[in-house]
């Protein structure tokens, strides 16, 4: 029987679960539009009535997808709006064949969850576990999950390998062998507070042995001309143009291939970062969207880090603290020989920027031509291709792959 991923679409259900992205991104797919050749086994039903009758014509073997919000309280304020979907799905001759899927695919913080797992609970409790899928990207929040759902499929799952490996696919970046000119390479987009402390201390003592970019204060790495994903060749504007769709998953291959490792500054450091970032409107009108800051954020990675298998770089990671554990965890090897990895631990964050910078000064005291001989060593090497062929295996073995086809570009989680 055919597969079918059924995504609501009706008026009230988008007021209920797709106030925001990521959440939007899966319930509202013509704003995000998809290729035909990049879609599968997916429908869309416009009203709760189209949606019993498919589940009633036994034609398919149905899952709903749903959107898990950014931020939680969004989710678990519409209270039991969820439980009277599935009450009035149950009640359809094949609801025990249903599958609900429940995904963010992009970001999710590990913030005020244990609020919307007690809500979740409650609202899917007529539901059997076994069908129950969930595909989050947070590690650590699966695992919470997975303990008080054992019997549901709950899995690791993100849209930057996809994105990330689109974007690049018929670029074909080769890893030079040539001696490179700079020990690394930072890549900075929004203005941050732990991006700050990286950059400037870049610019007081490693102008000469770095490159680094950072958007809002408007200092670039320039432009390029390289072959654009869809339309072929034509002027790339890298790093600083954010008009430009693949800024921050196609940078210069050029800097790349003349820097040996990469400083990574992930999009948020500590828990107040995140609450002054989405605090204000959101643009559908809602003014309570903070993200509470309840609880510790951890398990958030992102296309910053991801991007550096695809281009085999070691890392330097200034992020969440044990961002570096939880790496290793989901199967990525580490490079210890270039960067002293003591900061991972550190949880108080100040101490562990510090940690950071230390271990970069350790980093950049070394000669060029000795992080030209480690870059190329057997062990480095082996495990850079190692860290590719898993970010690659993740992209053609994504469990979305049942509804799209792998490596066409989607925005859907």
Known sequence: MKELLVIPYWEDFHDIFAKTRPAQLCVKPRDFELS?????????????????????????NITINFGFHIRPQLDYETENKLFLIVERISKCKNFNKVKWRFANGWDIYNLDEEARLVWFLEQTKLIDQKNIIMHLNNDVVVKDYKKVLPDADIKFYNVYYNRIHLNNEKLNFQPSTNKRQKHCVSFNGRICWHRDQIVNHIESNYKDKCYYSYIEKNISLGTQ????????????IEMFDRNFEDWMLKPSYNILNDSYAHIVTETFFDPHSIAVAFNGIDPDGNTDVNIKPIGNPNGLITEKIYKTFLFEQPLLIVAFPHTLKLLKEIGFESFPE???????????????????????????????????ELYHSNSVQEKLKFNKKLFLKNCYESPINKWFVPNKQYQLS
């Open 338 to 372: 270039f960067f002293n990895e003591d900061y991972d631990a550190e949880e108080h964050h100040h101490i562990r920027l510090q940690k950071v910078i230390n271990s970069l000064d350790e980093f950049m005291k070394m000669d060029i031509n000795d992080v030209h």
């Open 225 to 236: 001309i390289t072959e654009d994903t869809d339309t072929g060749p034509k002027p790339d």
């Open 36 to 60: 035909h050749d990049g879609v599968r086994n997916i429908a869309l039903a416009n009203s709760i009535e189209q949606l019993e009758e498919l589940i009633e014509s036994n034609d398919y």
